[in-house]
């Protein structure tokens, strides 16, 4: 799995490929920063 950025310039949205097949995780997370990994250095 990898974690990307996709769409235009500027407007970039957060998304995640898994087998080539790339997938919006835009209505979850508002991007991969620093507090989406804050929430989940916490899971553990």
Request: with cysteine; proline share 2%.
């Amino acid at each position: 799995m990898k974690l990307l950025r996709f769409g235009k310039k500027g407007a970039e949205k957060p998304g995640v490929e898994i087998k080539g097949k790339r997938l919006d995780c835009s209505q979850h997370f508002e991007d991969w920063n620093h507090n989406f990994f804050h929430i989940v250095r916490h899971l553990n």
